[in-house]
């Protein structure tokens, strides 16, 4: 059996790695860092198929050291013992350099343990993770490394490995090889910035070729079949996930529609109908709120019928929804008003109930069996001025008037009933 593919392609210079300018284009720290030939251990942060196990190939060769590999979702500590046992060895004349995928499949102790090898300087750490370091990598091991981060691949970026690849490709076969004019790009667009899976597509597509009057011709509908759906990059625990969540509110946030139905697109793209049911009731409160009250009963009834008819239907009343949310008037002002109520309620800040506000029961004996409590509902205009905050909260201000008609309207409203400053 042939070399994959992606592995005859995989660049063995720093000139052929595809994309990453930010990381080492000249003069920029890791290519700098390459070319001193550093024994610095390293996280390499981002999504998959960018060229970080690449990268550690290289960082290999010019620190003449030996190139372990492992994968933290089926390897043990027991499998790094191993690999230092070949330190000072005709093994490893130089030292070693490991390279540990997916660490975050590292349990803390698992990662702790890598403290003492990195210590005494017999092993160079390269880690490579798609999740967030900070949230997934043990603090101590982070702070004696550098992290760099990895950005998915432009389709600008990726048309000439795509272009090499079909060049490859086209001297392996057997037959005359050609292609539509718009192959290259169509893969390299749908790859979603994983060079891997765009390598991939090529040798599936020519493998999958039709042969026609003696020759094999790849066309940009066949080149559309065999990497569908691929740009679509989506963990539903990963930090992906939460991305194109955070970029959906966002986008609402900033009363870009456009946006925020690409985003709630992507969501139902991958099969995800709960997360943005769930996430644009949560806006219509957060971010539209009391400018438009009616909003998150819209919202609702449009979750309640998405919900009802599943996908792929779903995506209509959602879009209904995801609209009208980033063009309606915006407040946060209740969400502010609770996030500080809370703030005091965490700082101890309560106080008791006033007594006229307590139960009944609680005023059936003693000597004051009277509640003391206004009714505002037979007063003139059904409200009475009466203190309702604990003592120790009398003052507190919480709620502050949105700038919105609606809210507007309300705090006229209560000045003229009120007859003062609000």
Request: proline share 5%; net charge negative; glycine share 6%.
């Amino acid at each position: 059996m042939g070399r994959p593919l992606a592995d005859e392609i995989r660049p063995k210079t720093l000139e052929e790695v595809v994309g990453q300018r930010h990381l080492l284009a000249p003069g920029a720290v890791l290519r700098r860092l390459i070319e001193s030939g550093t024994d610095a251990n390293m996280v390499f942060y981002g999504p998959s198929g960018t060229g970080k196990t690449t990268i550690a190939n290289i960082i290999a060769e010019k620190t003449n050291k030996t190139l372990y590999r492992l994968n933290a979702t089926t390897a043990s500590l027991q499998d790094v013992k191993d690999i230092m046992a070949d330190v000072g060895t005709l093994l490893a004349p130089g030292g070693v350099l490991l390279y540990l995928d997916e660490i975050q499949y590292f349990n803390k102790k698992q990662q702790q343990s890598l403290l003492e090898f990195m210590e005494n300087g017999k092993l160079t750490l390269i880690a490579s993770t798609t999740e967030n370091p900070y949230f997934y990598v043990y603090s101590a091991l982070l702070s004696r490394s550098t992290v760099f981060e990895f950005k998915a691949v432009t389709a600008k970026e990726a048309e000439p490995a795509v272009l090499r690849a079909l060049r490859i490709e086209k001297e392996r076969s057997q037959l005359p090889l050609d292609w539509e004019e718009d192959v290259p790009l169509q893969i390299a667009t749908a790859c979603g910035g994983d060079v891997r899976k765009a390598i991939n597509a090529v040798e599936l597509l020519c493998q999958a070729a039709v042969p026609k009057k003696g020759k094999l011709y790849l066309t940009k509908e066949d080149a559309s079949q065999v990497s569908q759906r691929s740009a679509m990059r989506y963990d539903r625990d990963g930090d992906a996930h939460y991305d194109i969540l955070s970029a959906l509110q966002k986008s609402i946030r900033g009363s870009d529609p456009d946006a925020a139905v690409h985003y709630l697109g992507r969501l139902l793209e991958a099969g995800d109908l709960l997360s943005p049911c769930r996430r644009l009731l949560v806006i219509a409160a957060e971010d539209v709120g009391l400018a438009y009250p009616m909003a998150i009963a819209i919202t609702k009834a449009c979750v309640d019928a998405a919900l009802q008819v599943g996908l792929p239907e779903a995506r209509l009343p959602l879009a209904e929804a995801a609209i009208l949310l980033a063009t309606a008037p915006k407040s946060n002002t209740a969400h502010n008003a609770i996030i500080a109520a809370m703030d005091d309620l965490k700082k101890g800040k309560t106080g008791d109930i006033p007594r006229h506000l307590q139960n009944v029961h609680a005023d059936t004996t003693g000597f004051d069996n009277q509640q003391h409590y206004l009714y505002p509902h037979v007063f003139p205009h059904r409200w009475v001025e009466q203190q309702y905050l604990p003592d120790e909260l009398k003052d507190a201000r919480y709620y502050e008037w949105g700038d919105n008609k609606t809210e507007q309207a309300a705090k006229a409203y209560w000045e003229k009933i009120k007859g003062r400053e609000l």
